[in-house]
């Protein structure tokens, strides 16, 4: 596998001194070597790993022997995305305060996380959410509809970032886009498909480390450079910014109250129903070790918004009025050149990269679990398959998924991807969330609601989102959008709750009476843990 890989990277980045189109920074050999560096060693991980991957426990949830510190890392490590780095620092710097809007929707999902999630999920789950959600359900129609919506979850996310990782590793390291997507592909498959769990954890850990030791290192600088005083560090940016004092006041980049909700809703509740992000529950041995990972998860997050809070509005002091190559989004890049030198841009850099990969790996495991062990294996295959099946069904999903996302990210190259993201969360608030619920808490629901409340709840956030702004307006060109809101959870996300209860109540069915019995057992489980899946032995 090294000896296939490292020459084509070595060789693709001897290349890349070659002109390419669109904005482009010239070769940061910093960059290039500390990419090396991390390159080869992931690889070595999950060259290590592939040993250990040779069982189902092994290769889906790492054998569940991962700490709980570790899983809080490496979950951070998942969930702290480029768009978090290079996004938000770019909407502070525009907007000030109000930029902090989308830093505390993504916090604030963690809390949920802790109190109603963790530690029943990692009782009654064993590989994905949909074990969670089909726990005492009928598993066919559950797991088909949950896994439908996982896919369509996964797909948009692994657009927006294969997208972003095109045009960024284009603009950081020259190189051309499609050379870029092919990349961060062939990397993902690999890291997956030889290294499962293990590799991939080991890859959010580390990237982790790398994303937080580099932004406190560059919020360190910025507050140096205003003698670490809030007055003066507040002034600066407050003279450079054309609002002048605006700035720190909100109500600038959202205006109306339904908007402000909404978003919060999708980006609150969105997080408790992102499926890579749950099935790290499954890595750890025990619902103690799954609360310690939400908490240190929600500790290391929390550090990280508050320095990007940092950079962006050293940011405003440092660069209003320069021109930045790649637009207001490499802000923080752009931050780090000035403030750090070559070096620690060149780092920095490397993050980004690094930051991408790791988010790219949980989403291609996560899929390609989805695909193997809900529909494969319990949709079309009623659960009577061998797990050596299911496993090599697992690793050629990965390697469709690796070629689907290549094809994706060169097929929407310039393409307004933005509105991906905000979908993302949409639907795991409008459909995931609310059946996750559901089946832990309420003893009453029923198959028949999960499956048409969930199903009708997906075509309505994705229709609802097609008709807004964010598509109606920016990407099919028409002057007024028929749904007038960028964000559709406030009014998608009741509606799943409501008609998955009423569909579940009017249901008199054999098998309702069958689900509803199954919530006591259930309900045991997941208090007392009493028949969860262990840590596995090698």
């Known amino acids: 596998m090294k000896k296939i890989l490292i020459p084509l990277i070595i060789s693709i980045f001897a290349n890349a001194a070659e002109p390419v189109v669109g904005e482009k920074s010239e070769l940061n050999p910093t960059a290039i070597i500390l990419f090396l560096i991390f390159v080869l060693s ?3 991980i999950t060259y290590y ?12 949830t ?10 809080g890392l490496a979950t951070a490590g998942d969930y702290m995305s480029a768009a978090s780095f290079l996004g938000i620092s770019a909407l502070v710097f525009a907007n000030g305060f109000d930029g902090l809007l989308y830093a505390v929707g993504f916090l604030a999902g ?12 990692r009782n009654l789950g064993k590989y994905t959410f949909t074990d969670v959600a089909a726990f005492r359900l009928k598993q066919r129609p559950i797991r088909a509809v ?17 997208v972003g990782a095109g045009e960024l590793i284009k603009m950081l390291f020259g190189l051309d886009y499609n050379i870029a997507v092919v990349i961060v592909g062939l990397l993902m498959v690999v890291y997956v498909a030889f290294g499962g769990m293990h590799a991939t954890t080991w890859v959010q850990i580390i990237k982790a480390v790398l994303l937080l030791f580099g932004v406190s290192i560059l919020a360190f600088l910025v507050l140096n450079a205003s003698s670490f005083d809030i007055k003066t560090y507040f002034n600066d940016a407050i003279q450079a910014h054309p609002k002048g004092e605006a700035i720190l006041n909100p109500g600038g980049l959202i205006t109306d109250w339904v908007s402000a909700v909404s978003l919060g809703m999708a980006l609150m509740f969105g997080t408790a129903g992102l499926p890579h992000i749950l099935m790290r529950f499954f890595t750890v041995n025990s619902a103690k070790e799954a609360r310690k990972s939400v908490f240190w998860s929600t500790i290391f997050i929390g550090y990280f918004y508050i320095l990007v809070f940092i950079i962006g509005f050293g940011a405003i ?8 190559m790649g637009g207001s989004n490499m802000v923080s890049i752009e931050l780090a050149r000035i403030l750090g030198g070559n070096a620690f841009y060149g780092f920095i850099c490397a993050v980004a990269f690094a930051t991408i990969l790791a988010v790219v790996a949980g989403l291609t495991i996560s899929g390609a679990n989805a695909i193997a062990h809900d529909l494969y294996a319990n949709v079309i295959k009623h659960g009577k398959v061998s797990m050596e099946k299911e496993l090599r069904i ?3 999903s990965t390697l469709f998924i690796g070629l689907f996302a290549i094809i994706l990210g060169i097929v929407f190259e310039g393409q307004n991807v933005a509105f991906m993201v905000g979908l993302v969360f949409a639907i795991a608030a409008s459909v995931n969330f609310p059946i996750l ?6 003893g009453g629901l029923t198959t028949k609601g999960a499956f048409w409340g969930g199903i009708i709840g997906l075509i309505v956030v994705v229709t609802l989102t097609i008709l807004g702004p964010g598509i109606w307006v920016k990407s099919f060109g028409f002057e007024t959008a028929i749904f007038p809101y960028k964000d559709p959870a406030i009014f998608s996300m009741p509606i799943t709750f409501i008609l998955v209860y009423l569909i579940s109540k009017f249901d008199n069915s054999y098998r309702a009476k069958i689900d509803r019995e199954g919530f006591e057992a259930q309900y045991f489980r997941a208090q007392s843990g009493v028949g969860a899946n262990k840590e596995a032995t090698h």
Request: with cysteine; charged share 15%.
């Open 49 to 60: 790993s592939a040993k250990k991957a040779s069982s189902g426990d092994s290769f889906y």
């Open 110 to 121: 963690w809390p949920i996380m802790l109190c109603l999630i963790s530690e029943k999920f």
């Open 317 to 324: 002091a440092f660069l209003t009025g320069k021109e930045i």
């Open 437 to 442: 619920f559901y089946s832990i808490y309420w």
């Open 394 to 396: 697992s690793k050629i």
């Open 62 to 71: 790492a054998g569940g022997g991962i700490s709980g510190l570790k899983n």
């Open 146 to 162: 949950l896994a439908i919506s996982a896919l369509a979850t996964l797909c948009f996310y692994l657009i927006a970032q294969m």
């Open 42 to 44: 992931t690889l070595f």
